[in-house]
């Protein structure tokens, strides 16, 4: 086969050399499982794509010595289009079987089944030439009436026998006439306490037939043991009245309560209500109480101070319908000291009081990247915070408390306030030689990033109290570790010197725009005189360089700024998976049985990228979407039965978002109402023997489910070969895989 291609492409050479540059000669496909595509035909030149097998490419021209063939490459990073060049060695005439998806033409039969003998039948892949075959299900029996040939009673069996009017085939049965039975006695009553009987006899044979009758259903009275609130169940105890059964304690709902699960005009109402105030989609009001509207009322729940367990008691549901008048401050919020704001319903007069925080507060016992980031400064201070581990404890303590000391600041044991950070951060910035302090990234510096920060829109800030909404993104081609959000004032900021640290974390920014992170904080727009300036800071992993990203400038807090909507971080390490549901891939052929157990190898682990609520029906043009490495910048917005459609959707190179499910949040959809997934690399996974696999792939036929010892064997001889992020999920517990769902797609 290698030297029919290799000819094939020395003719097409041949012609290509008498004829126009660039002549187009035909499709090929990369037949192993990944090739790189070069910027020149050679491999010491850069790597400019990567094809996985399967993929298709349209070759325009071969190297001169035919081992290389040229095509037109997509560059998605600068738009447009480049050469590219590929080993005419890792490409075929035709799609290798391998990575086929599949297109089946018709089933063909070949041997028709009869009631004495199978069929067969067979269809082609219309792509690559793959024959699938089958065998077809013998015909039943085309029997004849029952003839009697010995006749039977009640008490003594007789015989019949019926002829298959195509084969000759005969069946032959026992048979009993039945019992001519009389009425029923009831020889003992039922109560409630004990099931009762009755008694019926053949009037032929005399042959009995005695039946239970069940137990008369307890007539039960409730005691209330605790009265339910309007935030809480009840309990109450039920107990016979004829025979003093226990029927047990159960909880009940006061009055009005909405539950998960429940249907009705309320739920309705109440899922308007959280849209009027932007926790759920309005088009997501169905009067059914599902996951998404859980999800609404638990953020709305958080957000109000009440107990987040997303049920409608009556205190959310009044809380939900108050009219409240605007926010007055009460108290001043200061950088070391929170504020307070309360606003009055106009109806009931109810308050609503809401704390202005002055920035993060970390007490002992926090755990987290922004800990770890702490301690890494303090240590780098000449102060011994022990190993960092991400936990505030005893060591780090004594660490702040004697940095505190030597610098004239409050020992407050057990907390860490904004200004202590301030006071650290500074002092740190005092200690960075200028040769590794990089300044404001660019397009071409290794590290290059790209900050928004947007004041929120929310009225019921006042006397000069907002909230402000950041998000940064790493466009340069190094990892680094982001550690400050920075604000100064005045015209011209120094962010080496006179700074306000807003947020201080330990997150890692993947390079390329691979991730994104984002967050905000209140401000009080007073605390001085002049612009409002802020930058990002972040650290190369590679050489341990400070960068800092773009500035962003309010000169008026009050004036539209275009937003840049990022979808929710979803990071986690593919070789040690929490507990949860993935859409994967995989070649069935990976899944192996060894001595001790059956591993999973070469999984793809696969993400949906979720935008939250608020933010896209926030969305407005001129706004800036990410997603993936894409970044759209909204020219149009139309809402259609498929959810938002961005610049006029795919066909004219937009995006829409929709909902799929029952699900509180929008993600980018593609062709066919599918999702979009975001790979998160290859893994391998320790198979549990609890496992069950369920592939119900095939609507011809009923799902196949099986267990631990049958797993490969059903994967082995199921029909589709394809197990793909839009057809596949495995559940995963404890680091092992419990469960393996295929199911069909179009």
Avoid at 23 to 35: L, Q
Wanted: a negative charge; charged letters at 25%; glycine letters at 10%.
């Amino acid at each position: 086969m290698k030297k029919c291609i290799a000819a094939i492409l020395a003719l097409v050479l041949m012609l290509a050399l008498a004829a126009p540059a660039f002549a187009v000669w035909g499709t090929m496909y990369v037949n192993v499982d990944k090739v790189k595509v070069y910027s020149e035909d050679n491999t010491d030149s850069k790597v400019i794509k990567k094809l996985k097998g399967g993929t298709a490419i349209t070759v325009d021209a071969l190297s001169p010595d035919g081992k290389w063939a040229q095509f037109m490459v997509e560059d998605t990073k600068h738009g447009g289009q480049m050469l590219g060049f590929v080993q005419v060695k890792h490409m075929s005439e035709t799609m290798p079987k391998k990575y086929c998806k599949h297109k089946w033409g018709k089933w063909e039969v070949d041997k028709e089944a009869t009631c004495e003998e199978k069929g067969h039948r067979s269809r082609t892949c219309k792509k690559c030439g793959k024959v699938e075959e089958e065998n077809i299900k013998k015909l039943k029996h085309e029997f004849g009436k029952w003839k009697v040939t010995k006749e039977a009673t009640c008490s003594k069996k007789g015989e019949r026998t019926r002829t298959c009017k195509v084969c000759g085939y005969k069946e032959t049965k026992e048979y009993l006439e039945d019992h001519t039975f009389g009425d029923w006695e009831v020889v003992r009553a039922a109560t409630c306490a004990e099931a009762g009987q009755r008694v019926r006899a053949c009037t032929v044979c005399g042959a009995e037939e005695k039946q239970a009758i069940e137990k008369l259903p307890h007539d039960y009275a409730w005691e209330i043991v605790e009265e339910a609130t309007d935030h809480s169940a009840g309990t109450r105890r039920k107990t016979c009245r004829v025979c003093g059964h226990d029927g047990g304690e159960e909880s009940f709902d006061p009055e009005g309560t909405l539950r998960r699960g429940d249907r009705s005009v309320e739920v309705y109402n109440l899922q308007q209500l959280l849209a009027d105030q932007g926790y759920l989609n309005a088009g997501g009001a169905d009067g059914v109480f599902g996951g998404g509207t859980e999800k609404a009322l638990i953020h709305y729940q958080s957000d109000q101070g009440l107990n987040p367990d997303g049920i409608a008691w009556p205190q959310t549901r009044q809380r939900l319908s108050h009219e409240f008048g605007p926010w007055e401050t009460v108290r001043e919020m200061t950088r070391s000291t929170p504020g307070e704001r309360v606003r009055v319903c106009t109806d009931c007069g109810y308050e609503q009081h809401e704390t202005i925080e002055s920035g993060t507060v970390f007490e002992r016992g926090r755990r987290g990247e922004d800990i770890r980031a702490l301690q890494q400064i303090v240590s780098q201070l000449g102060y011994d915070a022990g190993s960092y581990d991400g936990i505030y404890g005893q060591k780090l303590d004594v660490a702040l408390a004697g940095f505190a000391a030597d610098h004239g600041l409050m020992v407050e044991e057990g907390k860490i306030r904004p200004s202590d950070i301030d006071a650290m951060v500074n002092a740190w910035f005092d200690t960075a030689p200028e040769e590794t302090w990089m300044g404001e990234g660019s397009a071409e510096t290794p590290v290059n990033l790209a900050l928004t920060v947007t004041p929120s829109d929310d009225s019921g800030d006042t006397d000069g109290v907002k909230t402000y909404h950041w998000s940064l993104t790493n466009l340069g081609g190094e990892k680094a570790m982001f550690n400050l959000l920075l604000l100064t004032f005045g015209d011209e900021p120094d962010f080496r010197k006179d700074n306000l640290v807003m947020v201080i974390d330990g997150f890692e920014l993947k390079a390329n725009a691979g991730n994104s992170i984002s967050g905000s904080f209140s401000a009080d727009s007073d605390w001085d005189d002049g612009n409002m300036n802020f930058a990002a800071m972040a650290v190369s992993e590679a050489t341990g360089a400070k960068w800092l990203s773009n500035t962003v400038v309010f000169e008026d807090e009050t004036a539209p700024a275009a937003k840049t909507v990022l979808p929710q971080v979803e990071s986690f390490d593919i070789n040690r998976l929490p507990d949860g549901t993935y859409a994967v891939s995989f070649d069935r052929g990976d899944v192996l049985r060894g001595a001790s157990a059956t591993y999973m190898n070469a999984v793809s682990i696969y993400t949906q990228d979720w935008y939250d609520i608020v933010d896209i029906n926030q969305l407005a043009v001129g706004d800036t979407l990410v997603t993936g490495d894409r970044r759209y910048v909204v020219e149009s917005l139309e809402w259609g039965d498929d959810g938002l459609i961005i610049n006029g959707g795919l066909d004219e190179g937009g995006l829409v978002l929709g909902t799929p499910g029952d699900s509180n949040g929008f993600t980018v959809m593609d062709y066919d109402d599918l999702p979009t997934y975001t790979n998160h690399g290859a893994t391998t996974l320790v198979v549990d023997p609890s496992v069950t696999y369920t592939d119900a792939s095939d609507i011809d036929r009923d799902p196949v489910v099986a267990d631990y010892d049958g797993m490969i064997d059903a994967m082995q001889a199921a029909q589709l070969d394809s197990f793909d992020a839009y057809n596949t999920t495995i559940r995963v517990e404890g680091g092992k895989v419990v469960e393996i769902n295929r199911v069909y797609t179009p």
